[in-house]
């Protein structure tokens, strides 16, 4: 087969899409020793990485890279659905298309839906390069239930949102599992002591990881997280994760003690921050698959997260699970896991949720789907 795939994506780093992107990819490439692949991509600005990362494998892909702003292909796949993408890649046996655009195809075509938070919450979006988010995706996504002949999805939960929102029959959805990055191992005490050093970060924390807006909840995090502070405990709250809309909560490190706002963390500084950090708490509204969850379990920290949309799936019976809209079972989520003697056990049974999920699998379940639809 000659497989094409848009990874146009993963020029945003640090995004969740990004990380599957290139994680998938990756794996594929590692796995896979038969099939041509090509990969498509465009940037007007950032299209070095897209060249920087096909050097690691320009001897097993083609690249198909333009230097085009995405807003052009916008106008001619999301709106006019005109010009197939075969006219950049060449002639595809299967193309897999990426979370922003949706081109047509001569050949067989597999989307993945990571969310329909487009649909849930779309006042989480705001409008980004002078386009509008939400209308875009959801053109994207009316394309993609008219022309795509598989989706692929990375939760039962998405499925069902996808079944229910989208009205694509479920015979037409792959669910296909995420994974973390392998670098997100626990970390020695002497990087996780390094790591605070730097961000100024004393004595036992909390953490919480993401994008600051609405839908991952920071604002009952911290109500909680006082509440908590109040009874005693002393522990401070650290949040990584840079602005993205909404109401900032900027203006509480002044009012909350021991509350800090790290900003945007580099990747690679993760591991050691959930390493180090007492729990990682994560009672997010509403999320695709979660994936901060595993980050922290295969890091040793134990995890309260939501008891909503698709994060007990990937949770299991590995974190404590709380009603995100409840300061009060979140607050006890935190107490519990804070507790020595039910922390051990926790920690263990993270340990062991993270190892069953893996890209490499991840990377066979996609092959499979190109496959069924090469048949």
Same mark, same amino acid.
């Given at each position: ?19 599957? @992107?290139?994680?998938?990819? #990756? ?15 465009? !940037? ?10 096909? @050097? @690691? ?12 702003? /995405? ?10 659905? $005109? ?9 595809? #046996? ?20 990571? +969310? ?46 996808? =079944? ?8 037409? *959805? ?10 997100? $191992?626990?970390?020695? #005490?002497?990087? &996780? ?7 100024? *970060?004393?004595? #036992?924390? *909390? ?25 005693? %405990? ?27 706002? %790290?900003?945007?963390? /580099?990747? +690679?500084?993760? /591991?050691?921050?959930? !390493?180090?950090?007492? &729990? ?12 901060? &969850? %595993? ?8 995890? &309260? ?24 079972? *979140? ?26 999920? !893996? ?9 499979? =789907? ?6």
């Amino acid at each position: 087969m000659r497989i094409g795939i848009d990874i146009s994506q993963i020029v945003f780093r640090g995004t969740g899409v990004a990380t599957y @992107t290139k994680n998938l990819v #990756d794996s594929l490439l590692e796995i896979d020793k038969e099939n041509e692949y090509v990969l498509f991509g465009s !940037s007007l600005r950032l299209k070095h990485f897209l060249d920087n990362y096909h @050097t @690691t494998y320009s001897s097993q892909s083609e690249a198909k890279f333009y230097q085009i702003p /995405p807003s052009v292909f916008e106008f001619l796949w999301n709106r006019l659905d $005109v010009v197939p993408i075969e006219r950049f890649t060449g002639k595809l #046996d299967v193309f897999h298309t990426s979370d922003w655009l949706e081109p047509p195809a001569r050949c067989p075509k597999v989307t993945t839906i990571h +969310d329909l938070a487009v649909f849930k919450y779309p006042e989480s979006f705001t409008p980004f390069g002078g386009h509008d988010i939400v209308q875009n995706l959801k053109r994207k996504l009316k394309w993609v239930k008219k022309e795509s002949d598989l989706v692929i999805t990375v939760s039962q939960n998405s499925k069902k949102d996808i =079944v229910e929102i989208l009205e694509i029959p479920q015979e037409k *959805i792959r669910v296909v599992y995420e994974a973390c990055d392998a670098e997100f $191992v626990q970390k020695s #005490d002497e990087s &996780v002591e390094r790591i605070k050093k730097k961000y100024g *970060i004393k004595g #036992d924390y *909390i953490l919480a990881v993401g994008t600051r807006e609405p839908r991952k909840n920071l604002e009952r995090v911290i109500e909680a997280f006082s509440a908590v502070s109040g009874q005693g %405990l002393a522990v401070s709250l650290v949040i990584a994760g840079k602005f993205g809309w909404g109401r900032d909560i900027e203006n509480l490190k002044f009012k909350i003690k021991n509350l800090k706002l %790290l900003g945007y963390v /580099p990747h +690679d500084e993760l /591991p050691a921050l959930y !390493s180090g950090a007492r &729990v990682f708490v994560y009672p997010s509204l509403y999320e695709g698959f979660g994936l901060p &969850v %595993l980050e922290a379990m295969n890091c040793g920290c134990p995890v &309260v997260t939501s008891n909503v949309s698709s994060l007990p799936e990937v949770a299991g019976d590995a974190a404590v699970l709380v009603n995100p809209e409840s300061v009060e079972e *979140i607050a006890q989520g935190i107490k519990m896991m804070i507790d020595k003697k039910m922390r051990d056990a926790w920690i263990r049974k993270g340990f062991k949720r993270a190892k069953e999920f !893996s890209w490499r699998r991840a990377a066979k379940e996609t092959l499979a =789907v190109y496959e069924e639809l090469n048949k």
